[in-house]
């Protein structure tokens, strides 16, 4: 075949650039070459660590990103008063939201403001309610440098600890796996068997880093409450929560890690006791009703205890509302623990002809009733869940959930009107946080089975202002994950090690 000269001239072209680009690196590999030869006479390590570090790039962990102390995350944080706002919302209405992870974790400020995660956390946070605009700028922030630990050095302490607020505020729980795996990296599992030990020297390291662990198996306890636990072997390590109380760099938050943690071992060894086979029998099978009364008793007496044997100040957080605050995982534990009677049924008829199990569900609607109750009636709740939804609304979502999935079956049984007037109320705190299609979604799920079950709501309760009031009030969070009513409940320790 005879090319044309256009032809030619362009396949010369071509070889031309190949024979550039040889050229460019073979000179690369003769330079590699020379550099190997002029490090024989050093370590081989040394060695190593520099060609590697010429040759791909550096991936650094949180711990060793240098981020200067004046601009926190300069891609998004432009000024120190900014810093200074974000951080000062954060530790006036957010730093004690969350129970179980210790309030002072945030301080010092420079300490905090010099540590890229949790400084990146803190305005993550803070910003849904001071600069919502950035909201999602921040929480990118976040992201990226959560990735920026899957590599490299493990993160330090203080980078777990962020993930681990962080994960738990914004509901990012499949963080928590991870999590699990970098605080055993950090072996802070052992720090909580050391700390049972009587002659281990109780260091504020010690503790803190048990703390650490604990508040971790309490997180692993409440948002995997109805799938497999992260932490193998968890129940190894619970009993040893009790000695961080008694160490003399004890806080406030010692004695809730330990009260949600035994609370929450109750609905963790249900599960473990539990078959799907055992739940969907008709009638509930004895050993089954056996079960469930003794894990609903269990959970009274867990609440009798915290209330009349534990100091109110330990309890939660002295502010005035604060000392009842256990009640919503009292109400969620027993909306779980009696809602898993529900699976299995199929129709009104079954319902009817299994009277243990309809005592069972009355029970598990009248605690999601006392969940929507008690967030309603918390003005302190109501005026921070624009910015705490995300962490607030989950165990408001489960009450609501298991409404709308036990009145098609159970109208008969309870006061419907009653229930449906709470998701009402419900539907009014979302309205006043500004998330109007879930609103939305709520008053047209309130109308579906509402006609579904024939149940007329009056005047009434149709006013979301007008409500039976309570004793007291209540400002009561909670970090639940989404159940999954129908799935199997495996044992603690199911998981192998992470």
């Given at each position: 075949m005879i090319m044309s000269d256009g032809n030619s001239a362009k396949t010369a072209h071509l070889q031309r650039r190949l024979d550039l680009v040889?050229?460019?690196?073979?000179?690369?590999?003769?330079?590699?070459?020379?550099?190997?030869?002029g490090a024989s006479h050093n370590s081989d390590a040394g060695f190593s660590q520099r060609l590697l570090s010429q040759r791909r790039p550096t991936t650094l962990s949180v711990a060793e990103t240098d981020i200067p102390s004046s601009n926190i995350e300069s891609s998004i944080i432009t000024t120190e008063s900014e810093w200074d706002e974000l951080y000062a919302f954060f530790c006036a209405k957010c730093a004690t939201v969350i129970s179980v992870i210790d309030d002072q974790l945030y301080s010092p400020s420079e300490t905090i403001k010099n540590h890229p995660l949790m400084s990146a956390v803190i305005c993550a946070i803070a910003s849904r309610a001071v600069r919502p605009a950035k909201y999602q700028e921040y929480v990118a922030t976040v992201d990226k440098l959560i990735m920026h630990?899957?590599?490299?050095?493990?993160?330090?302490?203080?980078?777990?600890?962020?993930?681990?607020?962080f994960a738990t505020w914004t509901g990012r729980t499949r963080l928590i796996g991870y999590i699990a795996s970098v605080a055993t990296e950090l072996k802070l599992h052992e720090a909580a068997i050391?700390?049972?030990?009587?002659?281990?020297e109780y260091t504020p390291d010690l503790v803190g880093r048990a703390r650490t662990w604990f508040?971790?198996?309490?997180?692993?306890?409440?948002?995997?409450?109805?799938?497999?636990?992260?932490i193998n072997n968890m129940r190894d390590y619970l009993p040893y929560a009790k000695y961080i109380a008694m160490s003399p760099h004890h806080r406030p938050v010692d004695d809730r890690i330990r009260a949600y943690i035994k609370g929450f071992t109750i609905t963790g060894n249900l599960k473990g006791q539990l078959k799907s086979s055992q739940l969907t029998a008709k009638p509930l099978l004895q050993e089954v009703v056996d079960l469930f009364t003794s894990?609903?008793?269990?959970?009274?007496?867990?609440?009798?205890?915290?209330?009349?044997?534990?100091?109110?100040?330990?309890q939660t957080f002295p502010e005035r509302q604060d000392r009842n605050r256990l009640l919503m995982p009292f109400a969620f534990m027993k909306l779980y623990i009696n809602g898993l009677a529900?699976?299995?049924?199929?129709?009104?008829?079954?319902?009817?002809?299994?009277?243990?199990?309809?005592?069972?569900?009355?029970r598990a609607l009248d605690s999601a009733s006392l969940i929507i109750q008690t967030q309603y009636e918390s003005d302190e709740f109501?005026?921070?869940?624009?910015?705490?939804?995300?962490?607030?609304c989950t165990p408001t979502y489960y009450a609501i959930s298991f409404i709308f999935k036990a009145l098609p079956l159970a109208y008969n049984f309870v006061d419907s009107q009653r229930l449906l007037a709470r998701v009402r109320q419900a539907a009014h705190m979302f309205q006043q946080a500004g998330a109007y299609d879930a609103a939305n979604e709520l008053r047209q799920g309130v109308d579906r089975?509402?006609?579904l079950t024939q149940t007329i709501l009056s005047p009434e309760s149709l006013d979301p202002e007008i409500e039976i009031p309570l004793n007291a009030l209540f400002d009561i969070p909670s970090f639940i994950d989404e159940m999954a009513w129908d799935d199997d409940f495996p044992t603690l320790g199911m998981f192998p090690s992470v």
């Open positions: 040889e050229q460019e690196l073979r000179l690369e590999i003769e330079n590699l070459r020379a550099e190997v030869a630990t899957f590599q490299g050095p493990v993160p330090d302490l203080l980078g777990l600890q962020a993930m681990i607020v050391l700390i049972g030990d009587e002659e281990t508040t971790l198996c309490c997180l692993d306890l409440q948002t995997n409450i109805s799938r497999p636990f992260v894990a609903d008793e269990k959970v009274d007496q867990w609440f009798h205890e915290i209330n009349n044997n534990i100091h109110p100040l330990y529900l699976q299995g049924v199929g129709s009104v008829d079954e319902l009817t002809s299994d009277p243990a199990r309809v005592e069972f569900i009355q109501k005026r921070a869940f624009q910015y705490t939804m995300d962490y607030f089975i509402g006609a």
